[in-house]
């Protein structure tokens, strides 16, 4: 590793040296996104009966993450982004089940000591004492036995180094390294998630137009281009399958025009042995209109797949896709619809309203590669951005500006509808799809964890199902004072291939095919004084579950001397729904609460540190995230992704259940 790396340095050198040019001078700064904390947890019911309720210690965790970046140029001309991880231990949440923290104490459910204090804080004690980096990173000793090998912290995360020339700009990556954003036109075509190569093998390659290229195409068409390849090993985003990207774009004032082609191959092959070979391609224009602009745009894609499911490696999609996608199984064969997506969108906007109209559609094999699909985080940006396998997807939204921009009303209407009828092509159905993925549609983890993110719509004839967004903010004039209200409401309506009848298919929250899903409210005032600076309060009613209804308040205070206090409270009630009639109502817990501080230091590069106390529910963000800061969806608490197990999220209403924790730590955000 040492020797490539330093290969690679060398020639950066000398060629930098070259091609570098006086316009742009050497300078490299430093950045850290580091945390340390401590979590005391505590068990508020027993887990082997709910029924009891109590206060007692489950663990004492230490947790420790840094990343340490060094970012520009260390030539002229030659950018260079370099990150160092040296450490990525977890606080123990039930979030992360079979992350192994560094436990200074641990007990069972059953009380019994895995760990007892004594021995977890001498331990603690002589390894921060003498061994600070190996202990927190919890490293290996990259011998490439299970458990170890290249990557245990510390590692190299990021590496990324560049020359740039007037006729050619040249840019690699290695391992964590994310790929430039591309969004020309309405979509991202290349994802700034996506990774060069998670099983640190893999990495790419990319060259684009020098600025002396495109001033003489601009000068002699009147036209401004941009264009740029990319051979890579990322196409998986592990890094063990090769690929490509390349895009040419040309601008006319406002017009532009882009096409983009995606490439994927198996065997250890570059530009040969074809898996999936994608075209993108899009327009937008932008025309000024009475007192407003009219920004029109239109995306498409066609997907080929080379090979069937059965022809794959491993006949496993979703490890052959490193899960960044989600379509499973492919025929091998062009079948028109299914292998389209695209989109058209209008937008008129002025000073005081707007107004946005939009259709998607998207085939049951439409792919697209380099944009990222789950991969363990719980964001889908290929589903959210194309639709949901087989769909069609109507948006009508916009706003509206009163009272000299007061007040602001705004609504968003979505309505989902089925693209084709798969039940009269039986080889898309529920089970080939996620059987294909590696799993069954009968409880399988990746089933059970995704289906409601990524599932496909399948045999309906008909219907729809409809989200209404509706939201209120005011600005009470004169003050410093708002208020801002919204709701999210869904209704599901569809028809099915065995019937005419309207589904009985009722969201797993309610017994009805409408549901009222989450409703806030937040009121905010400024400037109130010098100690008290500012206050803003968060009331949200949660009705994502199926068993228990939540009701929050949340607030948060701003002080002088760069102080925030944060509490909230929480009720939970058990609902009338047919999931509660088998719940026990003493399992319960009604109460809830939160109280947290922090404080941005003056010493220390600013950083900032934090306690908190969390009671039966958890309004803070997960130690990785920035856990000084609050987690709302809006004015709701947020939900969680459940990392490793097979819940999909956690709602809000269960996150911390039964749990309790205290905890301290600093951070640092340079």
């Given at each position: ?345 209008a937008s008129y906007y002025t000073d005081t309203y707007a107004i946005n109209a939009s259709y998607r559609l998207r085939g049951m094999q439409a792919s697209e590669l ?239 540190i934090y306690s908190q106390f969390v009671y039966n529910m958890d309004s803070y963000k997960l130690f990785d995230g920035g856990q000084d800061k609050l987690s709302l ?38």
């Amino acid at each position: 590793m040492k020797k490539h790396i330093g290969l690679a340095f060398a020639l950066l050198l000398s060629t930098s040296l070259f091609f570098a040019q006086e316009s742009e001078k050497a300078k490299v700064e430093f950045h850290t996104w580091s945390m340390i904390g401590l979590q005391s947890k505590f068990s508020t019911q027993s887990e082997n009966t709910p029924t009891l309720k109590g206060f007692d210690a489950d663990s004492i965790t230490f947790g420790f993450k840094s990343y340490n970046k060094l970012i520009g140029n260390f030539l002229p001309n030659s950018p260079l982004f370099l990150e160092i991880c040296l450490a990525e231990t977890e606080l123990d949440d039930q979030i992360i089940p079979d992350v192994y923290p560094i436990y200074l104490m641990h007990r069972t459910k059953n009380g019994d000591y895995t760990v007892n204090p004594q021995d977890g804080f001498l331990d603690f004690g002589k390894n921060i004492i003498s061994n600070l980096i190996g202990y927190a990173a919890q490293s290996g000793n990259n011998s490439g036995l299970e458990g170890t090998g290249p990557g245990t912290p510390a590692y190299l995360g990021h590496l990324k180094f560049g020359i740039d020339t007037p006729y050619v700009n040249f840019s690699a990556g290695f391992n964590y390294a994310k790929l430039d954003l591309r969004q020309p036109i309405l979509w991202k075509v290349v994802d700034d998630q996506w990774t060069a190569g998670y099983q640190h093998v893999g990495g790419y390659n990319q060259f684009t137009m020098g600025s002396r290229v495109v001033s003489a195409l601009e000068q002699l068409t009147g036209l401004t281009f941009t264009a740029g390849f990319s051979p890579n090993k990322s196409a998986d985003r592990k890094g063990t399958l090769y690929g490509h990207f390349g895009w040419i774009g040309v601008k006319k004032g406002e017009l532009a025009l882009d096409i983009q082609s995606n490439g994927m191959y198996d065997n250890g092959n570059l530009f040969y042995d074809s898996v999936e070979q994608d075209i993108v391609f899009g327009a937008r224009d932008l025309f000024r209109i009475g007192q407003g602009k009219l920004f029109v745009g239109a995306q498409g894609l066609v997907a080929f797949h080379q090979k069937a499911f059965t022809e794959s490696e491993n006949n496993i999609s979703a490890d052959y896709f490193g899960y960044s996608s989600d379509v499973f199984y492919r025929s091998g064969s062009f079948e028109g619809i299914k292998n389209m997506a695209g989109q058209v969108k209008a937008s008129y906007y002025t000073d005081t309203y707007a107004i946005n109209a939009s259709y998607r559609l998207r085939g049951m094999q439409a792919s697209e590669l380099y944009v990222k699909e789950n991969s363990d985080d719980g964001t889908f940006d290929l589903s959210e951005q194309l639709g949901v396998l087989n769909s069609q997807n109507i948006d009508i939204d916009g706003y509206v500006k009163l009272m000299d921009s007061s007040l602001v009303l705004n609504l968003g209407i979505r309505a989902t509808l089925p693209l084709e009828n798969l039940s009269q092509d039986t080889r898309f159905n529920k089970n080939n799809y996620w059987e294909a993925s590696g799993t069954v549609a009968d409880g399988n983890w990746y089933y059970n964890r995704c289906k409601n993110f990524m599932e496909p719509l399948y045999n309906q004839t008909g219907g729809a199902e409809l989200t209404f967004k509706p939201s209120v903010s005011y600005s009470i004039p004169n003050t410093d004072m708002s208020l801002s209200l919204y709701g999210d409401f869904n209704v599901r309506a569809y028809t099915y291939s065995s019937g005419d009848n309207w589904t009985q298919n009722v969201y797993e929250s309610s017994d009805s095919i409408f549901r009222a899903k989450k409703a806030g409210l937040s009121y905010e005032i400024n400037n109130i004084g010098p100690a008290l600076r500012s206050v803003t309060l968060y009331y949200g009613l949660d009705n994502t579950n199926s068993i228990r209804l939540f009701n929050t308040l949340i607030g948060e205070a701003s002080l002088s001397g760069n102080i925030k206090v944060s509490c909230g409270v929480g009720l939970k009630t058990v609902k009338n729904t047919q999931a509660a009639l088998s719940y026990n109502k003493a399992e319960n817990n009604p109460f809830a609460f939160v109280l947290g501080f922090a404080k941005q230091l003056n010493i220390l590069q600013r950083a900032t540190i934090y306690s908190q106390f969390v009671y039966n529910m958890d309004s803070y963000k997960l130690f990785d995230g920035g856990q000084d800061k609050l987690s709302l969806d809006r004015a709701n608490v947020s939900s969680r992704w459940d990392d490793k197990s097979a819940q999909g999220t956690i709602d809000a209403v269960d996150y911390y259940d039964g749990k309790a924790a205290v905890r301290v730590g600093i951070r640092w955000d340079i």
